[in-house]
Structures are given as C-alpha cells and as structure tokens.
C-alpha cells in the first residue's frame, strides 16, 4: 500500500513538471519571437520639409534702441506780461522763420511810444540850436552838453518802450512745425507762459547708445538704418553725424546721433525707434532658417540630411549635428561652424527626429522664411 501512493506522488510530480516546462517552452518561444519581431521593426518615415545652407552676404551691423530729437525745438513762451489780443496760427500746422504767433495788447506802450517820440524830437531840435549857438559862442558848453544829453535821453525812453512793444509780438524763431496752442484770445499771460511748442523735424535726429567696444568701428558719415513700429515696413537711411567724445563711467556705452531727412515729417520727437549701425562692407556668411535649429543647454545642433540606398530603394536619413549658431536676422540664422554650404538640412518637423531616423521630405507646407518678416493682416 505505501509503495503504491509513492509511485502515484512520482508520477503527479513528473506530470507536474511535464506541465510547466511547455508552459515555460511556449512562453519562450512566444518570447523569442517578440523580441525578433521588435528586432525587424522599423518605424515609418517622418515627415518633414528641407532647406539648403545657403552662402550668403550679410552687412555687418550694431543695432540700439534709440529716441528721436528735433534738430531744433523749443516752447515758446512770453518774455513780459500781457493780454493776448491777436493769434497767427493753428495748432499742427508748418510755419515760417519770423511769423507772427501771438500778439500782447500793446495799447498804453503805444500812447507812451508817441509822447516819449514827441519828446525826442524836441530834444534833437532843442540839441541842434544849442549846437549852433555854441558854434558862435552864445551859450555856455553846459547848455551844449545838457540838450545832449536830454537827446540821448529822449532817444533811449523811445528805443525802450518800441524794444517792449516787440516783445509783445511773439515770432517763429525758425521754420518748424508748432504743437497744440496753450493760450486763448483774452487770456492774461505772466512772463514765461508757455503759448506752443515748435518743433524743426526736417531733418530729424535719432540719438541711441552703444558699448565701448565698437567705438574704434564708429565715425561720422557711416550709415545708419531706421526703423519704428508707428510705420511698420517703413526704413529710413541716415547717417552719424555725432559719436560723442566721452564714454559713460557708470555705463560704459558711448552717446552716438544719426541724422535722418524726414521730408514727409512723419518721424516725430520723442519717438523710440530701432536703429542700425551699417559696417562699410559686407561679409560672407552661411544661413539657414531659425526652424533648423535644435536650441539646447548643452549646444545647438541641426538634422543633416543624407540620401542612402536599402537595397534598390532610396532612403534619406536625419542625422544629428552640433552647430555654433552666430547672428540671427528676421526667420534666418548665420552658421558660424558645423555646415557646409551645399547640404541639406532638416528646417521643420526636427524636434521629433532622433539620429539616425528615415524621413520623407514634404517641402508643400514649408514655412517661407525672410531677411525681414513683416506680420500678416489677419
């Protein structure tokens, strides 16, 4: 009886262990056959677009924010004290080198003006007579120096009070255009009230600072390229009239002003614009578009593209490449070493590459890239 049950124990256990080991064979071949699966599979291509790097000339430039200035302004005000009887302009409007602006009530200057010339008179008639009586020695020298000086007296009071009357007619002092008028007829005006502001915008200057490290590139005459978000596409070229002599201490930037005609008179005062410094010539430079680049801590890299062959079939590949990135100027940037002109290089859709992996280059959608992109009308 007992060698009976361990006969039956023997052959449950051999059965047992028969069981798991094709378990444990199918597993494996199942197993096997995954990893050989995961082996043969490749991912489908990417779909990318391309660009070439291209050999380009670049002008070397410095750009600053800069501020324009009026070449001449200034706010008009009043040099006496007065009632404002007479106005000669518009608020906005161009005027002219010596144009009558405002005009002060000069009514008791006047009366004064006529007896004070009325008394001149006699006293240059008084003065010529004393003259030639004293040329026949019938007055003493005293009458002779007492009408004299009575004339000059007389001619003094006559020049003061017409020197005061013209105070009292306020005049362009230059050609320019005036602000909003800050005075009203009737209105009683202390010495130094402003009346308008007049400003000369034709020329214009811009005035912007840079570091100095560019000071021995800087020099008057050197062109200058502006630009300003008021008139967005519109450029105007100037050049430096003005690289000041001092550096700022706390700064270090030195002052530089650039001239601009503005025939239009659309560039204002007090504008904040965008300024670029021109270097006199050009230099080489290889580019492709911002897109291209992998941006990155540990360096900036692109996907190069390169046409292999699986069998009878073509097949581009994207491989990795770490580039030094230089300037970067509107959808474009400079290369300075990684590229050679000529290649190709994946310029959308490289943020889901990984090196070594097939794409398919669909350049239908591809992005336009500009020099100087200008936003779309929406």
């Known amino acids: ?20 080991g094709v378990l444990a064979g199918v597993k494996a071949g199942q197993i096997v056959t995954m990893v050989r699966a995961g082996e043969a599979f490749a991912p489908p291509p990417e779909s990318i677009t391309a660009a070439k790097v291209a050999a380009a000339e670049w002008e070397a430039t410095r750009s600053a924010v800069g501020s324009l200035v009026a070449v001449r302004g200034v706010t008009l005000g009043s040099e006496v004290a007065g009632t404002v009887r007479e106005i000669g302009f518009e608020s906005g409007t161009l005027v002219k080198r010596g144009a009558v602006l405002v005009k002060l009530d000069t009514s008791a200057e006047e009366a004064q ?18 003259r030639q009586l004293r040329a026949y020695e019938a007055n003493a020298k005293a009458d002779l120096d007492a009408a004299e000086a ?21 005049r362009a002092p230059f050609d320019g255009r005036i602000a909003i008028r800050q005075v009203e007829l009737g209105q009683v005006v202390s010495v130094g009230t402003p009346v ?16 100095q490290q560019v000071l021995a590139e800087l020099a008057a005459g050197q062109r200058v390229r502006l630009q300003t978000d008021a008139f967005r596409g519109a450029t105007w070229e100037g050049e430096v009239s003005t690289v ?12 530089i002003r650039a001239t601009f005609q ?12 965008n300024v670029e410094v021109l270097a006199p010539e050009k230099r080489a430079v290889l ?90 009308d929406q």
């Open 113 to 130: 003006l006529a007896s004070a010339s009325a008394d001149e008179a006699l006293a240059k008639i008084t003065l010529q007579r004393a």
């Open 196 to 211: 308008a502001s007049l400003q000369s915008v034709t020329p214009i200057h811009a005035d912007f600072w840079l570091p």
């Open 287 to 376: 580019v492709i578009p911002a897109t291209a680049v992998i941006f990155a801590p540990y360096g900036d890299s692109v996907f190069v593209l390169e046409e292999k062959k699986d069998g009878d079939r073509p097949q581009t590949i994207a491989h990795q490449r770490f580039i030094r990135a230089g300037e970067r100027r509107g959808d474009f940037v400079a290369v300075a070493a990684g590229l050679n002109a000529g290649e190709r290089v994946a310029s959308s859709g490289a943020f889901k590459l990984r090196n070594g992996s097939a794409v398919v280059v669909n350049d239908k959608l591809a992005p336009g890239a500009e020099l100087a992109p200008r936003p779309t």
């Open 262 to 273: 503005n025939a239009d008179g659309r560039l204002r005062p007090g504008m904040f614009a």
């Open 244 to 255: 000041n002599p001092e550096v700022d201490p706390a700064t270090r930037n030195v002052r």
């Open 1 to 20: 009886m007992r060698k009976r049950n361990v006969t039956r124990w023997i052959v449950l256990v051999v059965g047992i262990l028969l069981v798991v």
């Open 150 to 170: 009575r004339a000059k007296q007389t001619s003094g009071v006559v020049g003061n009070l017409r020197a005061l009357i013209a105070k009292k007619t306020i």
